[in-house]
């Protein structure tokens, strides 16, 4: 290593070898702008520290040079692949005079601690740069060379890790094609940090306070405040839900009661915030004025059209912004790294994260659902409904006229991985067949190809039409989780997303929508009419296939079967006619009251679950949907011991707590055999409320956190621990609103079922929740043995 790259005398030449960002910062900060100041380890540094491992392995031998011709689908390998190469890195010896050379260059700050980020050469990968957002993440360390050492490590690392081969490969990038600097810089407490999207129509902020932690992981809902570029006007201001922030252990003004953990064994720690506190936005006026303030200057700079990430330090008398990152146009801001212009067509709800670029198939007449619909668009359609879950396998992209963040097309969006924008009014008039869009599922925007007149593409040309950047798979776990002891479940319904759930550190299935599940096999067909077409025989074998999928994957761990919960025929237009009374009703024959109406299908459903069983299988065990009342489930469970399902010892038949009559009648449910519950808080809270799961204009300010919902949560769990049961919760609420997990661990939740996408960040909100117990405990226990000496 020749020498470190200051940010301040960064060049032109430089680029390749500092990488994007640091080099786009550099640019800023050599024309006056306040950035942290820093250096960049050079990305040759890395090619140099792959050639020294010293390794008996083919793989990482030739590991510079390799190009890794993985079988990226086959997520076993891929994963122990990543493994033995991150843990070669990580075991690997940094040249000592670079360690020092680094840590003597640092020391110059007098800042206890540091903060390594990734900085690639996007430009010398792809010409539009691609889409690296959330692909590596930042570092912290202390300030000394064993702590440098490592940090450089684990940054490299990350190159090696089993989402960025994949993305690699899906890009169609080699690894020599790669440079990856480290851009170095002094890290200090904040009082708060954010981003700022800037476009021609209009400005977002975002903040929180404390470090940026919370907001690149997803733990909070920031601060918003729409901004009008040339006035600096704040048009509006959303107060955002932040129950906890980051901040370094040593410095941080934090009550001690307060703290929740540390994170990746550094000295940050993570704390909640007081109530007052929570209910003030992290900028005042004054901090606020000064980002505006620098968003406008930096306008005059690179354009209308750029993000910059922020921070307001706590290390001053008078604290000042600085800047963090900076994307320009050509490098990240949301919607140009796809090579879109702005301002976004369409906004509504992000209710499925993720972007992609695909063409559109707009769908106006949501009555008149299409036999195919091609592979790689992004569907546009006013709603939908779960019998159209076969033709959205394919399907790039989805954007609804309606629906809220728990309606049927978020749910589908999101177990399959798909970025889905909903509430977005207007879109199959604003939208046309066949013209080229950015769906971008974690901000709810639609965007329109720059400079493409809207097309027309006839079906042949669909076949024909250009690649589509596929959306990022549901996120690999890191191996290095804490223990946990509040169970985490998954919810899945579909058996091509069976081997991917099987590796997630969950311990069972706590859902399996089985109307979801079905849907592959039914024909389109409503389980009644294959009674009726005398082909009940050829249902039942598909149906107990189909479980048993589930059964054996995740066996001995427990899987949770919820019974068939089909509202009306307007889920299923094949349903019996005498349905048609209830066709128009939101409610209609729901859960246990269709079952006593019309036991037949019910009863085949049993005897499917009876035949997994007979298979051998007895980590099966069944969720009764929907139950109004108490002789409904008694005749229910009738039913499941006549099918011999009890005469396995292990089988436990639980019932959902949706409805709200279960506040008062839990009791007389657990004298007549329920053993378990599962709070459905997206029933539980459209009831609770009076709103319709559907409408997202509604569930935006009517949803899961209002008081009257998580008052009826904490009720039910604790009615469930006075009775003895265990109580979980399947609905969507813990993985929307993540902040809401530390209440319910609090409140002894005995476990929590959250789709794939959403398993890594609960396990990590149930481990910071527990800590933060554990040590409320202690802290009582040594004030209790201190009063008493």
Same mark, same amino acid.
């Given at each position: 290593?020749?020498?470190?790259?200051?940010?301040?005398?960064?060049?032109?030449?430089?680029?390749?070898?500092?990488?994007?960002?640091?080099?786009?910062?550099?640019?800023?900060?050599?024309?006056?702008?306040?950035?942290?100041?820093?250096?960049? &380890?050079? %990305?040759?540094?890395?090619?140099?520290?792959?050639?020294?491992?010293?390794?008996?392995?083919?793989?990482?031998?030739?590991?510079?040079?390799?190009?890794?011709?993985?079988?990226?689908?086959?997520?076993?390998?891929?994963?122990?692949?990543?493994? /033995?190469?991150?843990?070669?890195?990580?075991?690997?010896?940094?040249?000592?005079?670079?360690?020092?050379?680094?840590?003597?260059?640092?020391?110059?700050?007098?800042?206890?601690?540091?903060?390594?980020?990734?900085?690639?050469?996007?430009?010398?990968?792809?010409?539009?740069?691609?889409?690296?957002?959330?692909?590596?993440?930042?570092?912290?360390?202390?300030?000394?060379?064993?702590?440098?050492?490592?940090?450089?490590?684990?940054?490299?690392?990350?190159?090696?890790?089993?989402?960025?081969?994949?993305?690699?490969?899906?890009?169609?990038?080699?690894?020599?094609?790669?440079?990856?600097? *480290?851009?170095?810089?002094?890290?200090?407490?904040?009082?708060?940090?954010?981003?700022?999207?800037? =476009?021609?129509?209009?400005?977002?902020?975002?903040?929180?306070?404390?470090?940026?932690?919370?907001?690149?992981?997803?733990?909070?809902?920031? #601060?918003?405040?729409?901004?009008?570029?040339?006035?600096?006007?704040?048009?509006?201001?959303?107060?955002?839900?932040?129950?906890?922030?980051?901040?370094?252990?040593?410095?941080?003004?934090?009550?001690?009661?307060?703290?929740?953990?540390?994170?990746?064994?550094?000295?940050?720690?993570?704390?909640?915030?007081?109530?007052?506190?929570?209910?003030?936005?992290?900028?005042?006026?004054?901090?606020?004025?000064?980002?505006?303030?620098?968003?406008?200057?930096?306008?005059?700079?690179?354009?209308?059209?750029?993000?910059?990430?922020?921070?307001?330090?706590?290390?001053?008398?008078?604290?000042?912004?600085?800047?963090?990152?900076?994307?320009?146009?050509?490098?990240?801001?949301?919607?140009?790294?796809?090579?879109?212009?702005?301002?976004?067509?369409?906004?509504?709800?992000?209710?499925?994260?993720?972007?992609?670029?695909? /063409?559109?198939?707009?769908?106006?007449?949501?009555?008149?659902?299409?036999?195919?619909?091609?592979?790689? *668009?992004?569907?546009?359609?006013?709603?939908?409904?779960?019998?159209?879950?076969?033709?959205?396998?394919?399907?790039?992209?989805?954007?609804?006229?309606?629906?809220?963040?728990?309606?049927?097309?978020?749910?589908?969006?999101?177990?399959?991985?798909?970025?889905?924008?909903?509430?977005?009014?207007?879109?199959?008039?604003?939208?046309?067949?066949?013209?080229?869009?950015?769906?971008?599922?974690?901000?709810?925007?639609?965007?329109?190809?720059?400079?493409?007149?809207?097309?027309?593409?006839?079906?042949?040309?669909?076949?024909?039409?250009?690649?589509? &950047?596929?959306?990022?798979?549901?996120?690999?776990?890191?191996?290095?989780?804490?223990?946990?002891?509040?169970?985490?479940?998954?919810?899945?319904?579909?058996?091509?997303?069976?081997?991917?759930?099987?590796?997630?550190?969950?311990?069972?299935?706590?859902?399996?929508?089985?109307?979801?599940?079905?849907?592959?096999?039914?024909?389109?067909?409503?389980?009644?009419?294959?009674?009726?077409?005398?082909?009940?025989?050829?249902?039942?074998?598909?149906?107990?296939?189909?479980?048993?999928?589930?059964?054996?994957?995740?066996?001995?761990?427990?899987?949770?079967?919820?019974?068939?919960?089909?509202?009306?025929?307007?889920?299923?237009?094949?349903?019996?006619?005498?349905?048609?009374?209830? /066709?128009?009703?939101?409610?209609?024959?729901?859960?246990?009251?269709?079952?006593?109406?019309?036991?037949?299908?019910?009863?085949?459903?049993?005897?499917?679950?009876?035949?997994?069983?007979?298979?051998?299988?007895?980590?099966?065990?069944?969720?009764?949907?929907?139950? /109004?009342?108490?002789?409904?489930?008694?005749?229910?469970?009738?039913?499941?011991?006549?099918?011999?399902?009890?005469?396995?010892?292990?089988?436990?038949?639980?019932?959902?707590?949706?409805?709200?009559?279960?506040?008062?009648?839990?009791?007389?449910?657990?004298?007549?055999?329920?053993?378990?519950?599962?709070?459905?808080?997206?029933?539980?809270?459209?009831?609770?409320?009076? *709103?319709?799961?559907?409408?997202?204009?509604?569930?935006?300010?009517?949803?899961?956190? =209002?008081?009257?919902?998580?008052?009826?949560?904490?009720?039910?769990?604790?009615?469930?621990?006075?009775?003895?049961?265990?109580?979980?919760?399947?609905?969507?609420?813990?993985?929307?609103?993540?902040?809401?997990?530390?209440?319910?661990?609090?409140?002894?939740?005995?476990?929590?079922?959250?789709?794939?996408?959403?398993?890594?960040?609960?396990?990590?909100?149930? %481990?910071? %929740?527990?800590?933060?117990?554990?040590?409320?405990?202690?802290?009582?226990?040594?004030?209790? #043995?201190?009063?008493?000496?």
């Amino acid at each position: 290593m020749d020498k470190l790259y200051w940010l301040d005398q960064i060049k032109l030449q430089d680029r390749s070898q500092v990488g994007d960002k640091a080099f786009y910062l550099s640019k800023i900060m050599q024309r006056g702008y306040p950035v942290v100041p820093g250096f960049v &380890v050079s %990305a040759e540094v890395l090619k140099q520290f792959l050639t020294t491992l010293n390794s008996t392995s083919a793989l990482v031998a030739d590991l510079p040079y390799s190009s890794l011709h993985l079988d990226v689908a086959n997520w076993r390998q891929l994963q122990q692949v990543a493994g /033995r190469l991150r843990q070669e890195i990580i075991t690997g010896i940094v040249a000592p005079q670079w360690v020092n050379k680094i840590f003597a260059a640092a020391k110059e700050w007098q800042s206890s601690y540091l903060i390594l980020r990734p900085s690639l050469a996007l430009s010398a990968i792809t010409p539009e740069g691609g889409n690296t957002s959330g692909l590596l993440d930042a570092i912290f360390c202390r300030c000394d060379e064993e702590a440098i050492a490592s940090a450089l490590k684990r940054t490299w690392s990350q190159l090696f890790r089993a989402r960025s081969l994949l993305y690699w490969r899906r890009v169609g990038v080699n690894l020599q094609q790669i440079n990856l600097a *480290v851009l170095v810089q002094p890290a200090e407490n904040a009082i708060a940090s954010g981003l700022l999207y800037a =476009h021609s129509s209009g400005w977002t902020i975002e903040a929180t306070k404390g470090l940026g932690i919370a907001l690149s992981q997803g733990d909070v809902q920031p #601060d918003v405040y729409y901004i009008q570029q040339e006035t600096g006007i704040i048009l509006e201001q959303h107060l955002g839900n932040k129950m906890l922030a980051y901040g370094f252990a040593h410095g941080a003004t934090v009550n001690s009661h307060n703290l929740v953990a540390t994170v990746d064994n550094t000295d940050i720690v993570t704390y909640i915030l007081e109530e007052a506190q929570q209910k003030q936005y992290a900028l005042s006026e004054e901090y606020l004025q000064q980002v505006i303030t620098l968003g406008n200057q930096l306008v005059s700079e690179i354009g209308d059209n750029f993000t910059i990430k922020w921070t307001l330090s706590d290390n001053t008398p008078d604290p000042t912004v600085h800047l963090t990152q900076v994307s320009s146009p050509h490098s990240a801001t949301p919607n140009l790294q796809y090579g879109y212009a702005t301002p976004a067509i369409i906004k509504g709800l992000g209710a499925s994260g993720g972007r992609v670029t695909a /063409r559109a198939t707009v769908i106006t007449d949501v009555h008149k659902k299409p036999e195919q619909i091609h592979k790689g *668009v992004i569907l546009v359609v006013a709603a939908l409904a779960p019998d159209w879950l076969p033709l959205l396998q394919e399907v790039a992209g989805i954007i609804t006229e309606t629906g809220g963040l728990t309606s049927h097309a978020a749910i589908l969006a999101r177990e399959l991985g798909i970025p889905a924008v909903v509430s977005a009014a207007g879109a199959t008039v604003s939208i046309t067949n066949g013209e080229r869009l950015l769906v971008d599922g974690d901000r709810g925007e639609v965007y329109r190809s720059r400079g493409e007149k809207a097309l027309q593409l006839d079906s042949q040309e669909l076949k024909s039409s250009e690649k589509t &950047v596929p959306p990022y798979p549901h996120p690999l776990v890191n191996p290095h989780l804490p223990m946990i002891s509040t169970q985490l479940l998954v919810n899945l319904s579909q058996p091509k997303l069976i081997e991917e759930g099987q590796n997630l550190p969950v311990d069972g299935v706590g859902l399996i929508r089985s109307e979801l599940m079905l849907l592959n096999i039914l024909e389109g067909q409503h389980p009644q009419s294959w009674l009726v077409s005398g082909r009940q025989a050829e249902l039942l074998e598909k149906w107990t296939e189909q479980i048993i999928l589930f059964a054996r994957a995740f066996a001995p761990r427990p899987v949770f079967y919820r019974a068939l919960d089909w509202r009306t025929s307007h889920e299923l237009p094949s349903s019996f006619e005498h349905q048609n009374s209830v /066709r128009r009703s939101s409610l209609g024959y729901r859960g246990t009251f269709s079952y006593v109406c019309n036991p037949a299908v019910f009863e085949l459903e049993l005897t499917a679950l009876a035949n997994v069983q007979k298979a051998g299988y007895s980590n099966i065990n069944l969720l009764l949907p929907f139950v /109004r009342s108490v002789p409904e489930f008694s005749f229910c469970r009738a039913k499941v011991e006549q099918a011999g399902l009890t005469q396995v010892p292990q089988f436990q038949l639980w019932i959902m707590a949706e409805v709200p009559s279960v506040l008062f009648l839990l009791p007389e449910y657990v004298k007549a055999g329920v053993s378990g519950i599962s709070i459905g808080t997206n029933d539980l809270t459209q009831l609770l409320l009076g *709103v319709d799961r559907e409408q997202g204009e509604i569930t935006s300010v009517l949803n899961e956190r =209002h008081p009257a919902v998580m008052g009826a949560i904490a009720q039910l769990i604790q009615m469930a621990k006075t009775a003895g049961i265990p109580c979980s919760i399947c609905g969507q609420a813990p993985a929307i609103y993540p902040e809401i997990i530390d209440q319910l661990v609090e409140w002894g939740i005995t476990s929590i079922s959250v789709e794939p996408e959403a398993v890594e960040r609960t396990y990590k909100a149930i %481990a910071r %929740a527990e800590q933060r117990l554990i040590l409320a405990a202690a802290r009582k226990q040594i004030d209790i #043995d201190l009063n008493q000496l």
